[in-house]
């Protein structure tokens, strides 16, 4: 009676319903590795690299209870993600709760895993310091990397407490290891107040294109998107969500809320738009359930994985795809 | 010192705190049958259609409770809603757990005993299959009403489980039963995954037409009223709010949220713009208490039946009433 | 459709469901006074009184909300508590927020209307400072009464920051108008810091006895109840029950929770013992929902209510009632 | 690095952080069926014979989710649960959310087959109804149970609203069937209003025995478990525990709770003192997490899944053990 | 080890973390009283003016905890705040539960005592009639003062329930008394339903201008602040945030709630563009937080006292400066 | 207008209502060192040993937070505990998030300066991690000490994914540096399943007493002081109260929860009764307030902290002090 799905696909609501059965993401069957598998999901349950608000380390757990209710048929994009596209749940990291480091060489070694199965890694964090693992990890096949951030904050900071590795500083780690390519880079949604001058000229110091959150908000979801796409142009690249992009009402769930961000529908739309790119990765990080109410920030974020795996699926099919909503 | 407000209108505030006496909708006066009154609130605790999250049984009491703080003259509109429009609540159908079909009738014979008293029964749900009973009740004298829907799912399944009334399904039932004019109704603010591209055809098929989530936002509250005035013309209609139709942050209190939905200023200006249209029955649906915060879903459900209020009170006075705001 | 149960009964479930319909205490039948009825049930929603979390004004409506689940049969006392004995809920006294005297002013009327009427006044806080216009009512009939207390504190305190009147302060209250008789009255459950030694002796100083809480929890609920009944005889008692006295793991809404304090059985199994004195009055207080957690704390008062409403009953029937559970 | 533990075992905490992982019972490793375990965990998501606050279809998925604490080595008992004990996760039933019976027929299939693979079924539910199925599979091998029921209701109505099937029957059908031995059965921790004298009197008139909750608080666990052993003597019996047995303080997530029964320690010391009774299949049922608080009925729920593991397995072992405790 | 910051200035992060030390605002050195600084911070933790739900006496410390993630340096402003405008928490004042004007008096001569080191009181409230004794202590120099009130109610009733202080009569007793100019006063988010036609024409009568919330979200924060700047011109003015002006999505913890307001990001960016107008005081009221969930109303509230702080730092600088964002 | 109470002493509710003033522990006077002061406050808001729930380094400010309505006067030993005994609150340890080893060494050097002061050191945690630092410090003067640790866990691990500090390693650390006497030092109220027959004869093989749970909760509080004193005699001994010894119910705010635990009037008065004992230090560790439900952990966490103090100024106070509760 065990049922995960059929193969490669999840469960489907009419033959099982939603709220029944394990919680893997989207009810798609467990997997031991990436082998046979066009996307494979995995947890990175680590938030030692977070200076706030703890708890980020159930992630993986919450957005995959959340995201019973997605559904295999992308209604915007007119397409079955699962047709063509086979996935499974790998399950998590074994992280090492506290040691940042470690942590990373097996996010590191678990996505270069993946990726050596040409399969796609989809991460469910954890803080913002995992993206630096997976980071390592694609920069091998793939060279520098087109990163595209959702984010209230640039993660820019060279150490905090003498510490070199932690959500807090991951971008700028990822720029010292060459591991992406600052001018295809562009970082949406920032706001905030800062610690000093400097911390506001960090990105254009290293090269990386900024859309704040009000600009953002007032261009819309098209602008931005033409944006952002113009930036990667057909290079490889990595969507990293930071759910502290959109605004504490939409996302309470998280470590370092900020007031002011934009509504969950702007980012979706957002995110739907950039159809065409050709990401080799992405990872949606930063959700806090002790913080959450009724599980909408996890919801969230199980929808913009759903949305990054569409991105995954378009970009697969030739000729290239054009976004159906553009 | 019993007070359940003065005859047919709700407790003042000047002379009895909001926060005391028993909740009825707005403090209004109880009565046993819509007899001698305009409007007439009613509350169908049924939730045995719920496919995901159940709890909205518990949303009449929910928006009652929230009622508290609506007052009767309406700002917008610039009117008293209840100076010419006595109103009562009737308090709630006797609702049978589990047997959706017995709920039906129940709902039906009591909404059609309103409508026979020339009253407007405005029903606090309950899941969205109570709307169904509702339906056939008022197209007994009505014939098939135009359907004004919010929601952010069309309901328009045949089945799920081989059981054919549900929340999932009640606008397929009232459409196979004649209960509601296709070629009048309208659907805002569908969104989400779905199960098959069938799902995507379903509202096309069945000819009502769809105002999808993003556009909806992105067209604004005006233009969207306009488009539901155009479509429903002078025909008798029905108004159905699921409150799922907002966005999760905006009502987290609900069993099926979709993220990715507009804010409730915009629900509440677009249903102010329908100012002029004939509604003969109303409901708001979906509340689920249980999984709110601080009781904003059932403040924005008692707000809404609020104004599907005022918009019976305004298609009732003559000559036609010209919408305040437009 | 409107149903309130039964005259002078609680609406049975088996007719309807209990989470349905208007939420009257028990879902009994409201009434304008207490004219034929034996128990007349007052919401008194004022929290001005208060020194610390606000909140009390919501009790009442939270107590009739949990009060659904209460049935009319007792079970230890084998008895239907409305066969000889009507009752009804006759709503709430309207309060003047803020404004301390003017609400005892219109509380003692409230309860004085009910006492005139032959009935048992059960009056649902609240803030305790509203039991001194319950007793100030009750005396004017029954002279000086008996009080039980069950309470963390003593609020025995003459003023605090100059004011008189506050729930702090009601016990000192009575006893200076002379409505309590000390040597017939009885603190149970105090503990607790306090502000000098001064408080310590506060009790002893004006005659009340004290069972702390450390000795009823090891004392037991029998010993207890005969050490109450002892104090009290066959004098005319008033019962108040602030929702405080257990423990805030059993009582988390409420205003100034003390940790340390029985559990919920230890209380109610006390009471019951209780049986065969002859109250003439009783409140629940200190309820305050928005520190809840699931109700828990307003089903506590609700159920402490209805056992209180039980002892009026068994103390009605003669010849004299041996409790069944001794 | 997909882990779900050892073969037949738990995943170490050594080896993996428990808060890491797909979310199976204890982190067992997951099957499609029973076979080669001697112990199979099943969830039964269904909530549709619930009679106040709806919700229990979630609690397979939060016992699982709070199970991850448990490690495999029973204190008390002084033994490796699982070293002769090899079990898995079965994962859920496909329930019919409103269709008690065909619910009830796919719940007795599906623990049928466990049954039959002399495999242990310990089932999460889902309300109280789900037991029935459950009862129905054992009764096919084992013949009339012995029914060890925890629980503040007794279930034992005859129907409510016409329908025979639900959670307040279930006892009744199992009775009506044959499925347990009433002269071996015992009922503990009942209390609770009434709807009427007739309900005092169903256990007793059913040949049940019952300890209230007052005399089992206060008997202690000791004395309780003895005329538990005393009762069913070494019958092959059936454990079920409805969570609202314990104060609503301990279980908040429930849907029936009843103020004033007994504390965690004082269920789980009962339990354990059991050993050396025989059971054929358990069951925790009643567990709604959406009015549960930081998960902590949940976290009972899935210790007393994890003692009555711990029952069967020193049940299995030869010659008959002696608790270690007693 | 104790550290409250260096002289003026909030503790750096870098420093400490920010989820430690006591709270202060924004992790402010403490002072007795303002002599040394620019900027003091002062709670005023009264809500005895509060007409439905209370709690907005724990704003000020629930204020000051979310403060904690604010740094110095603004970033659209482009300035540590801190660099020329030292500042200091001062507490709170000893209000007076109940009694609004004593707590009035006292909160006028607190104000007034930073007034008169030439400091800018930055209120926490506590509930919007503390106020009207902000605004008596700098009438005392400053003369009738400009108020901009962001606000979802008016606050213009001349009495409630006989009381003529509170937090439905601020506005109504600050013209009576003089300490406002109409004329260059302003109204921002006003919407609701209405008691009467009575209280739609009070702003008008009174002539204060009001942008009402529909017109407040459709208009733009660019175009509403320059309604605001050319209402206020340069005279002195006090800048009031009732947290209810947003929708309660945003800040649920509050205690009138309306439905239909506006996001955050939009009424912060009004106040940034205010940059250049002369505030002589400022304060956020009416945060509960009882209702609020995971902090964020507290934290908004944080938020914009930080932007009113700014606010008054730019309009100190000279020669006059010119908003950077607009 | 600042007040942070009175020199040494907490500021009296009868001056400045509780909920006001900034949230030192009890309102005491903050202090950058111990020099005067017989009790000194540290927080030590440290979670980086956690291994399941983290959110213990927001304990600190919870409970100075809750601390708000302890009084100066203790009941049961009829004594002003800041009479001779000056306090001051120090603030907190700048710790370093994800760094224990040097978390450890900065609270080691803040203990010990306390320490060298005559100070005695009431430290609020943090996970209990962080009690190894003050071991460290105050073995300094007082050789090793008598260990009374009240917690449902041993903490006697080696090392957790090879790390040897952790909550989970804590105690085992200070008997490998020959911190704590063995023979004199206590666990109060051990339970839980265990990973392996290994763990369960740890603390055996390493010569502590343990009380396990049950045990504890039916020997009784009197037995149970007088098992702890006897143990400890009249050595230098340290309290560590780790707030998951109690059961979930009165802690859910913590992060590795245990049911079946004893309630909070059980571990208050075994704590009172250790009257006598000869204390050096203290401390409250494991209040995760992000799972507290109204506060009631943060309260419990912050009276036992008050408790302890007790018990050192009856410590100080010659002739030897008998506890007035024997």
Known sequence: MYAEGSPGRPCPEHERPRFGDIATFMRLPTAPSAAGSSVAILGVPFDGGTTFRPGARFGPSAMREASRTLYAYHAQHRRDLFDRFPAADLGDVAVVPGDTRRTLERTEAAVAAIDGEDAFPLVLGGDHSVTLGELRALHRRHGPLALVQFDSHSDLWDELWGEPYSHATFARRALDEGLIAPEHSILVGLRGSLESANDAQLPQRFGI????????????????????????GDRACFLTFDVDVVDPSHAPGTGTPEVGGPPSWHVLETIRRLAGIRPVGADVVEVAPAYDTAGITALLGATVAYEFLALRVLSGLSPFVQPASD
Chains 1, 2, 3, 4, 5, 6 share one sequence.
């Not at 600009?215 to 952002?228: D, L, M, N």
């Open 209 to 232: 294109r900024v859309i704040d959150s009000y600009s953002y908000i007032t261009a819309g979801a098209r602008s931005t998107a033409h944006a952002i796409r113009t930036r990667v």
